[in-house]
């Protein structure tokens, strides 16, 4: 997951890890929290970009939302093998 566009900048001040690399995680469980208002102040976007870099253990992938998604709402579905 990337959080923000092009906050390397921001040395990772807003952002607190609530998980650690490796570490599985079940749905609503909370990853990270951010100060969206120093992001904001930066000038830097809010977008955050979801990647999945481990498909071999992915068996199905459904994408449910569509465009801005509340705190806490579900983006979709992962099934893993």
Same mark, same amino acid.
């Given at each position: @997951?990337?959080?923000?566009?092009? !906050? %390397?900048?921001?040395?990772? &001040? $807003?952002? !607190?890890? @609530?998980?650690s690399? =490796?570490?599985?995680? *079940?749905?609503?469980? #909370?990853? /990270?929290d /951010? ?7 930066a =000038?830097?976007?809010t977008? /955050?970009? %979801?990647?999945?870099? *481990?498909p #071999?253990?992915?068996?199905?992938? &459904? ?9 806490? #709402? $579900?983006?979709? !579905?992962?099934? !893993?093998?």
């Amino acid at each position: @997951m990337h959080i923000g566009v092009d !906050t %390397v900048q921001l040395a990772g &001040s $807003p952002f !607190t890890m @609530m998980v650690s690399e =490796g570490q599985q995680v *079940n749905a609503g469980d #909370a990853l /990270v929290d /951010v100060d969206w208002n120093v992001v904001k102040s930066a =000038g830097k976007p809010t977008d /955050v970009i %979801v990647v999945f870099t *481990n498909p #071999a253990k992915i068996d199905k992938l &459904s994408i449910t939302a569509k465009g801005a998604v509340a705190t806490g #709402a $579900p983006i979709g !579905t992962i099934v !893993t093998k």
